[in-house]
């Protein structure tokens, strides 16, 4: 998909132009491509995208890609950080397991519509960087969690909607059983470290699940016990591309 705006916006930490190129990322990058969800739309254009990044590529905020965050790791490109939480069906209030926790990104744009959110993210300097950023932004119902996520937390299952920001081989057993009955999980999975296939699984009963391809789409690997063992080794450094 063709980037749209500047791909290198003039340097500057005032809150008036962030906030303005935000209107522009979403009118652009996100409504021009189909995302509809109200309730998403508007958490996109509320939440600050610069303070989720290193210092040296906060003018980058607003890019239609994703960025790095130090540890090999990327915050998402907007588009797939709302496509992505518009495939999860909310409608307010849910309780919402995050695997892949990053920046905290994401979890923040998730915490402007559901009730709860754990986020779980497997390195610990991300972990306590996303939830320094979300504390100071003042977003008080996101728990961040160290660790593997790809066993999901089945400490506060049934979850009405599960998103993971990493991909994996196959969907993870114990997430699966982690959602409730209803219940959303949304996830890239591909056989190939390269290249994989957005799914939305939709918990129809106790053993039943539909299944539904959104999109094409490359993301960091799931590194865990249902995940990927470790990255491809030419997988090393960041994943750049997210949507295809
Ligand atoms: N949602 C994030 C944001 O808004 O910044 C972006 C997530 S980034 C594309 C994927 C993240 O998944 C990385 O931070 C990576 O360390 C994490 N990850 C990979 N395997 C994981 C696992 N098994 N459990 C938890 N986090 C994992």
Same mark, same amino acid.
Not at 184 to 207: N, S
């Given at each position: 998909?063709?980037?749209?705006?500047?791909?290198?916006?003039?340097?500057?930490?005032?809150?008036? *132009?962030?906030?303005?190129?935000? /209107?522009?990322?979403?009118?652009?990058?996100?409504?021009?491509?189909?995302?509809? @969800?109200?309730?998403?739309?508007?958490?996109? +254009?509320?939440?600050?995208? &610069?303070?989720?990044?290193? /210092?040296?590529?906060?003018?980058?905020? %607003?890019? @239609?890609?994703?960025?790095?965050?130090?540890?090999?790791?990327?915050?998402?490109?907007?588009?797939?950080?709302?496509?992505?939480?518009?495939?999860?069906?909310?409608?307010?209030?849910?309780?919402?397991?995050?695997?892949?926790?990053?920046?905290? %990104?994401?979890? !923040?744009?998730?915490?402007?519509?559901?009730? &709860?959110?754990?986020?779980? &993210?497997?390195? #610990?300097?991300?972990?306590?960087? !996303?939830?320094?950023?979300?504390?100071?932004?003042?977003?008080?119902?996101?728990?961040?969690?160290?660790? @593997?996520?790809?066993?999901?937390?089945?400490?506060?299952?049934? %979850?009405?909607?599960?998103?993971?920001?990493?991909?994996?081989?196959?969907?993870?057993?114990?997430?699966?059983?982690?959602?409730?009955?209803?219940?959303?999980?949304?996830?890239?999975?591909?056989? @190939?470290?390269? !290249?994989?296939?957005?799914?939305?699984?939709? +918990?129809?009963?106790?053993? *039943?699940?539909?299944?539904?391809?959104?999109? *094409?789409?490359?993301?960091?690997?799931?590194? #865990?016990?249902?995940?990927?063992?470790?990255?491809?080794?030419?997988?090393?450094?960041?994943?750049?591309? &997210?949507?295809?």
């Amino acid at each position: 998909m063709a980037a749209s705006g500047s791909r290198h916006p003039p340097i500057s930490n005032d809150a008036t *132009d962030f906030a303005a190129q935000r /209107e522009r990322m979403v009118a652009q990058q996100i409504v021009a491509r189909g995302v509809r @969800d109200p309730l998403v739309l508007d958490a996109m +254009r509320q939440v600050p995208r &610069e303070a989720f990044l290193p /210092e040296r590529t906060r003018d980058l905020a %607003y890019d @239609d890609s994703p960025l790095p965050i130090g540890c090999d790791q990327t915050i998402s490109q907007p588009y797939i950080v709302a496509a992505m939480i518009e495939a999860l069906q909310l409608k307010g209030g849910e309780r919402v397991l995050e695997i892949g926790a990053g920046s905290g %990104y994401a979890a !923040a744009v998730l915490a402007r519509i559901a009730g &709860e959110i754990i986020t779980i &993210e497997r390195i #610990g300097a991300l972990a306590d960087r !996303a939830a320094a950023t979300l504390a100071a932004l003042g977003i008080g119902h996101v728990q961040v969690r160290q660790g @593997d996520g790809s066993r999901g937390w089945p400490q506060r299952a049934p %979850y009405d909607a599960i998103v993971v920001a990493a991909a994996g081989p196959h969907p993870p057993e114990s997430l699966k059983a982690q959602l409730a009955i209803g219940g959303r999980l949304v996830m890239p999975v591909g056989a @190939d470290q390269r !290249a994989q296939k957005l799914l939305r699984l939709t +918990r129809t009963g106790a053993d *039943d699940f539909r299944c539904e391809q959104l999109a *094409d789409v490359r993301f960091v690997p799931l590194v #865990g016990d249902e995940g990927w063992a470790s990255p491809a080794p030419d997988q090393a450094g960041p994943t750049i591309a &997210e949507s295809k």
